[in-house]
């Protein structure tokens, strides 16, 4: 498959690595470290022999004496002086996207951990790749050091996949960890995930849902054998969580995770980004902090969950190495695991047609006949209620022993299986009956 493959063992792997930030330095420092042990296991050295990045003062941590620089990664990729481009980067369009296809087009095998621009541009990546006769690899690009990509091509490739789900973002996991362990606030939770770098000074890239759904696009191809559509991911973020909801869940048995979800149903492939409600039970719910986290349901293995560090310098780089590790003993095989022409292009699966169980938080004006009218809002779409709780906080109780200040009161609702377009219809009436007196927090419910 790749070209490779094709040179003599003796002869070097040379290396263009475009982009020094955190990663690219780690790639540089685990080849030099693993420089023989990597020889030993790949029949031939791997050498990086030339860099590309903006800023050619600044101080990495890492000699870059007799490697060529160049200021255009472009230029870097076309070079005769490597045989293959680790592209890292970053972004879906510009130069990293620009890099990626001159080095396909020039007959060189890729590397990227850029979920970006494979989420939008991975198939024509990956046809680029198969007509030059050449890899693309990017295990490093969900789920940082989880080898999450070679087990979906290749270690289960005798499996039918039916649903992948797994905690794609550790900004996210960080932040709701730390609000339900000590009860913070979202917004000091991200502040202190942004003096710890955890977080970006612009977080809405990971907290908003996007760098999940990046990465879930990524993962749904590679797991249910169809073309990348990240455009037909439904996308929530977390800012909307607070500590009450935690502490909800935890009462009722659950934890709340960011979870990117990938399932097969009758009407398609669904695919969706939001928070959810696990059981404390489940294995995922266990994962806590920055760690990462994907489990797959598939006929023959049941059910497989792998955890481990989902970012950062030398757990992505890692899965960098790994992918020109196979480069070099001419192992990569097809980018997502068969032909683009057999990738098949999987029947959206709009987010109203969604069914499971739903946590549903009200803000319930206190006043004879509410509670009686969401309940009926309820029963006229069909939901069935497993749980009903209120919360009146102590002080209100203290202030006002019987609830007549008409002071809102937090009602919590555990739905049975529904639609999401049963749950809106109903959250939408009980809102125009004046019931509520801010919009509800709708959290999905994952089963086991």
């Not at 990524?218 to 439904?234: M, N, P, Q, V």
């Amino acid at each position: 498959m790749t070209s490779a493959s094709a040179q003599p063992a003796a002869t070097p792997l040379r290396i263009g690595l475009a982009g020094l930030g955190t990663v690219g330095a780690s790639v540089l420092r685990i080849l030099r470290r693993q420089e023989n042990a990597l020889s030993e296991r790949c029949g031939r050295a791997i050498r990086v022999t030339a860099v590309s990045a903006r800023d050619r003062t600044r101080d990495r941590g890492v000699d870059l004496g007799g490697l060529t620089w160049f200021d255009d990664p472009v230029a870097l990729a076309r070079s005769s002086e490597i045989d293959c481009l680790v592209e890292l980067v970053g972004g879906s369009e510009g130069p990293a996207k620009a890099a990626v296809e001159a080095a396909l087009s020039a007959g060189k095998s890729v590397v990227t951990a850029n979920k970006a621009l494979l989420a939008h541009h991975g198939v024509a990546l990956a046809t680029l790749a198969e007509e030059k006769g050449v890899a693309l690899a990017f295990e490093a690009s969900a789920a940082g050091g989880i080898p999450i990509v070679k087990t979906l091509r290749e270690a289960l490739a005798g499996n039918s996949v039916t649903r992948l789900y797994g905690i794609l973002n550790g900004t996210c996991n960080y932040i709701l960890s730390r609000m339900e362990m000590e009860g913070l606030t979202f917004e000091a939770c991200l502040k202190d995930a942004q003096r710890l770098g955890y977080a970006e000074a612009d977080p809405t890239f990971d907290v908003e849902g996007y760098d999940t759904a990046h990465k879930l696009a990524i993962l749904t191809s590679l797991a249910f054998g169809t073309k990348i559509d990240a455009e037909a991911i439904h996308v929530e973020g977390i800012s909307s969580i607070t500590p009450l909801d935690l502490k909800m869940a935890d009462e009722l048995g659950y934890r709340i995770k960011l979870l990117g979800v990938a399932e097969r149903t009758k009407a398609g492939i669904e695919q969706r980004v939001h928070p959810t409600m696990v059981p404390k039970s489940s294995a995922i719910a266990q994962v806590m902090g920055v760690l990462n986290a994907v489990t797959v349901d598939a006929d023959a293995v049941r059910e497989l969950t792998l955890v481990g560090p989902g970012a950062g310098g030398d757990p992505t780089a890692s899965a960098v190495v790994a992918d020109i590790a196979d480069i070099a003993r001419g192992r990569a095989g097809l980018p997502f695991g068969l032909p683009v022409a057999r990738l098949e292009t999987a029947a959206r699966t709009p987010m109203q047609r969604h069914e499971g169980g739903y946590y549903v938080r009200l803000s319930v004006v206190d006043r004879p006949g509410a509670a009686a009218g969401i309940a009926t809002r309820m029963a006229q779409a069909d939901i069935s209620l497993e749980s009903i709780v209120q919360r009146r906080s102590a002080a209100a109780a203290a202030q006002d022993p019987a609830g007549r200040s008409g002071t809102p009161v937090p009602v919590v609702l555990i739905t049975y299986a529904t639609s999401e377009a049963a749950i809106r219809s109903a959250l939408a009436q009980v809102s125009a009956d004046g019931h509520i007196a801010e919009p509800p927090q709708v959290i999905r419910i994952e089963r086991e």
